[in-house]
């Protein structure tokens, strides 16, 4: 294991935080292990202590799935902890992932009592040390409910998909994923890299779910070859989609189809999805040259830049055409990038990207940005600056600015699914879904708290028709 | 898991696997595609779809050995298994009475190509068929495509056997009233094809077949510049109007990772080009 230290030099007292050791800057800019390395049982025992389990708990109103936070953290400080985890488990069937990639600064930790006179709990740092913890010792299945004989198909086999798999397995129903690739877990598998995310991590949550009984079909694009009627026809009394928000998008300048133009969708699934960063091991290529530019300022940016760098880039710059502060990536993952090395060129944005004579790119033209009065987005809006253009060179782009979904049912205009937002449902007759086919790209948590709403709904839709026809 | 239920070789490096794979096999159309993977380290192909069988429930490829996915693929036998087989992908090509259709296939692509001639005949259409290859010996289903067509002809590179180069296609073109092109095989083929049919107004459709990730709309590594616009060949493909593909650009994309597939098959090799499991 690399070298590790303290984030900060901890401060021993009840307002501040015990922090969680994480490989060194330089260390870790050149290796693909895991940057963060959890907590040791006597980190969490003092972390848990600082918890005051109050009365009227904001943290779990902050939760998407409602996770019994103090709860479980009560548990932890009495050493309790498979008891803790089956605790976080009643709530959320993806601990260890969610204990990793949750903006719990934005959702839990925001609303912690401990947070208004000094730093919040680390909520995501303790359910990563109990998720792991069971991970270690193995993991056992809860109880499942006695089966009702109905059929549920899911599709997409991501954080959405499978935390609804695993609600409607649990209350008895019978469980089919259909997933378009080779492995399950979606954004998970393919998106968030390893560094960030071991995949042994997701394929072990991904194992329970399959040990509640859920079926996985991979390899399965439906649409392709099944359409949502063929999935009636083959007796499945409900559908769930979590197709999620798959589709790059590019920004329709000149260029664009150079070489070494990659959108952050093919640049992260080589690397993650096909380990491309063990390339010849493995088969699937990815070029990264000396200079590489990534457009966006989102957590897909982070890691596409994070991910370059550790494949060999001497300079990774993130081209943003706003400020940071207005940067949509989390805090933790710009400081993250910014520690390692990473460089910010704000309030810039690509007009034209230029070839050499083989196809490959070479520079990227930019104009500089002010701010203007804040638009839609509540952001203030990037305006060009007339005359401003400059020349950047570079030798590999990396296109981080968004994704989209693919069209089908009744969409929006950006082509996402409308659904009731209580139970997912869509104006499809036992159609449901919810993640970002619905919300456009947003965050794991919120999928699966869109993933656990649907698949009470449907629960509630299959228990009801089951007494409806018994009559 | 998908069993190879029989395998043929067509031509020197040019192999033919009936895989079991009933689902797909149910919702094939010519013109579609399959993505695969060998092995749990392997990348994903696409690979185009030569047949289906419904009732047994098989979908048939055709494949060049070229590279080192390809190469491990030609060494599984009958009874063997192909772990990952996603499809049927892309859009089916447009099947319907044009009237009078001219089809050429280049190289191992002629394999899918005698799909649509097969369709196209069913429709109702008067097929004329030009195949070609390097040489005579990589000349795969001339029997077949021969007997399907109105008429037919070979062509291949080195005049080894019928025209040398597609510079008939002109007398073709200029004698007869032909009401849509159809184009399978290498893209310098298909760029030819199209440049000679343009200036006729001849709606000449064209099979592309750039470097593919997922397959499924999700990279974009196989985008083409059509009409002026970028299109994924994987979801807004595979077939395109031939007189508004960048081809240029295409030919480039083609050759992106040259140097990474020779170290790849050059380390397949090293390993000793063994079958795998």
Not at chain 1, 127 to 132: G, I, L, N, S, Y
Not at chain 1, 281 to 297: L, M, Q, S
């Amino acid at each position: 294991m690399a070298e590790a230290k303290p984030e900060k030099p901890p401060v021993q007292d009840r307002w501040h935080a015990v922090p969680m050791l994480k490989q060194e800057p330089k260390v870790r800019a050149h290796n693909f292990n895991e940057v963060a390395l959890g907590y040791t049982e006597e980190q969490a025992l003092a972390e848990a202590s600082r918890c005051i389990t109050c009365p009227n708990p904001g943290c779990i109103k902050g939760c998407p799935v409602e996770l019994d936070i103090p709860a479980f953290i009560k548990l932890i400080k009495e050493k309790k902890y498979d008891e803790a985890i089956l605790k976080v488990k009643e709530k959320n069937s993806l601990p260890a992932i969610c204990g990793r990639v949750c903006p719990q600064e934005e959702q839990c930790q925001k609303l912690c009592a401990m947070g208004k006179k000094g730093e919040a709990v680390s909520v995501g740092r303790l359910e990563r040390f109990v998720a792991d913890l069971e991970l270690q010792k193995g993991v056992a299945a809860l109880p499942i409910a006695d089966s009702t004989g109905k059929k549920v198909a899911i599709i997409g086999a991501g954080p959405a998909g499978l935390t609804a798999a695993a609600d409607l397995a649990k209350l008895g129903h019978k469980v089919v994923i259909f997933e378009a690739l080779h492995l399950a877990g979606g954004v998970l598998v393919y998106g968030i890299p390893e560094f960030r995310l071991p995949k042994r991590i997701v394929q072990a949550e991904v194992d329970y779910i399959k040990k509640l009984g859920v079926e996985l079909r991979s390899d399965a694009l439906i649409g392709r070859l099944f359409t949502i009627d063929d999935l009636f026809e083959q007796r499945f009394d409900a559908v769930f989609i979590g197709t999620g928000a798959g589709l790059p998008q590019f920004m329709r300048i000149p260029g664009e189809n150079l070489g070494g133009i990659y959108s952050a969708n093919e640049f992260l699934i080589r690397v993650n999805l096909m380990k491309s960063y063990l390339f010849p091991e493995f088969d699937t290529p990815i070029r990264v040259g000396k200079h590489v530019a990534v457009i966006g300022g989102g957590n897909v940016a982070m890691d596409s830049a994070r991910s370059a760098l550790r494949l060999g880039a001497e300079q990774v710059c993130i081209v943003y055409r706003r400020s940071r502060e207005e940067m949509p990536a989390r805090l933790e993952e710009i400081l993250n990038a910014e520690e390692e090395g990473i460089i910010c060129k704000f309030l810039a944005a690509p007009i034209r990207f230029i070839g050499d004579e083989s196809g490959w790119v070479k520079a990227i033209e930019c104009i500089a940005m002010e701010l203007g009065p804040p638009d839609e987005s509540g952001r203030r809006r990037p305006i060009p600056i007339k005359g401003s253009e400059f020349i950047m060179d570079v030798d590999t782009v990396v296109v981080a600015i968004g994704r989209t979904t693919t069209k089908g049912l009744e969409t929006t205009r950006w082509g996402t699914i409308v659904v009731n937002e209580e139970t997912g449902k869509t104006s499809l007759e036992r159609v449901y879904a919810g993640g970002d086919i619905v919300t456009g790209e947003a965050t794991v948590i919120s999928a699966m708290g869109a993933g656990k709403k649907a698949a009470k709904a449907i629960h509630e839709y299959l228990t009801n028709k089951t007494k409806s026809t018994q009559k | 898991m998908y069993k190879i239920v029989a395998k043929r070789e067509l031509a020197p490096k040019i192999k033919l696997l009936e895989v079991s794979a009933p689902d797909i096999a149910t919702k094939t159309s010519p013109g579609q595609f399959v993505i695969l993977r060998v092995c749990e380290t392997g990348e994903r192909i696409p690979i185009t779809l030569v047949d289906s069988n419904a009732e047994k429930g098989s979908i048939t490829l055709v494949f060049n050995e070229v590279g080192k996915t390809t190469k491990q693929l030609g060494l599984l036998d009958q009874g063997d298994n192909i772990p990952n087989i996603a499809g049927p992908l892309g859009n089916p090509s447009e099947i319907q009475r044009f009237g009078t259709v001219l089809c050429v296939g280049g190289g191992v692509m002629i394999a899918p190509l005698l799909f649509q001639v097969s369709a196209l005949r069913k429709a109702g259409n008067e097929v004329i068929t030009v195949i070609g290859a390097r040489i005579k010996d990589l000349l795969i289903f001339e029997k077949e495509t021969k007997e399907l067509s109105e008429e037919f002809y070979v062509a291949t590179d080195d005049g080894s056997k019928g025209y040398q180069g597609l510079d008939f296609l002109k007398d073709i073109l200029g004698k007869r009233h032909i009401d849509r092109v159809i184009a399978m095989g290498p893209v310098v083929m298909l760029k030819t094809v199209s440049e000679m049919t343009k200036p006729l107004g001849i709606k000449t459709m064209v099979t592309l077949t750039p470097i593919m990730v997922d397959g499924m709309g999700m990279c974009g590594a196989c985008r083409v510049t059509v009409a002026g616009e970028t299109k994924f060949a994987c979801v807004d493909g595979p077939e395109f109007d031939g007189h508004q593909v960048d081809f240029e650009q295409l030919i480039k994309r083609q050759k992106m990772y040259l140097p990474e597939e020779r170290l790849s098959a050059l380390f397949h090799e090293r390993l000793g080009g063994v079958k795998l499991g």
